[in-house]
């Protein structure tokens, strides 16, 4: 069974860095793009970004410099690593796969950034 | 960058009656990497439909997709009760991946 499971959430204060995981079963991460969407509370949802499996790596332009993407394989997780964080940072974080053009998410792992 | 747009942002109908959500997208893309999705208040969005027209496990019939271009259409062909959610378009073809911006489906 394909899934995906989030962690690493938490409080963090603004300026602070934080790093999500996605472990995946079922699949290999190396295999299948994979992207990081947030949803900030009352909002819709925001795509944040994706890694491709021969390594590209993109991102949403409210992000790029401070978000890195990137994946482990011997552990088959992807990773969010987000430095400067800022209170509009605040989002449950998820965490997709596209098997296939089938996409799979994750439950999500709540982040919020105040002081 | 792909931008979605969904009309109308609320539907208000009856259980029973027929559903037609729109996606419109701002450049024409392939139907291979559309995809629908239900979100309940606090939960996690459920995928219902991608690839257009492709349902997903565990999905009931009532739903649907069609389109091509630039047009998508998600359908409820008789409302049920649990059916009353927010629905998002999603393009997942491209180096930046999108999400229309939600339609509120409620009880009238």
């Known amino acids: 069974e394909l899934q995906v499971v989030e962690s690493g959430g938490g409080l963090i204060q603004p300026g602070g860095s934080l790093r999500l995981s996605c472990a995946a079963s079922?699949?290999?991460?190396?295999?299948?793009?994979m992207s990081w969407v947030r949803q900030a509370p009352g909002k819709g949802l925001e795509w944040v970004s994706v890694?491709?499996?021969?390594?590209?790596?993109y991102y949403a332009d409210s992000v790029r410099g401070r978000f890195t993407i990137s994946r482990d394989n011997s552990k088959n997780t992807l990773y969010l690593q987000m430095n400067s964080l800022r209170a509009d940072d605040t989002a449950v974080y998820y965490c997709?796969?596209?098997?296939?053009?089938?996409?799979?998410w994750g439950q999500g792992t709540r982040v919020t950034v105040s002081s | 960058e792909i931008v979605l747009t969904q009309s109308p942002g609320t539907l208000s109908l009856s259980p029973g009656e027929r559903a037609t959500l729109s996606c419109r997208a701002s450049?024409?893309?392939?139907?291979?990497?559309l995809a629908w999705y239900q979100q309940k208040p606090g939960q996690a969005p459920r995928l219902l439909i991608y690839?257009?027209?492709s349902r997903a496990t565990g999905i009931p019939d009532r739903f649907s997709g069609s389109g091509s271009g630039t047009d998508f259409t998600l359908t409820i062909s008789r409302l049920e009760p649990e059916d009353f959610a927010v629905y998002y378009c999603q393009h997942y073809g491209s180096s930046q991946i999108s999400f229309g911006q939600g339609t509120r489906l409620e009880i009238k």
């Open positions: 690839t257009t027209s």
């Open positions: 890694i491709y499996s021969g390594g590209s790596t």
């Open positions: 450049q024409s893309f392939s139907t291979t990497y």
């Open positions: 997709a796969l596209y098997y296939y053009r089938n996409p799979y």
């Open positions: 079922g699949f290999t991460v190396s295999s299948h793009y």
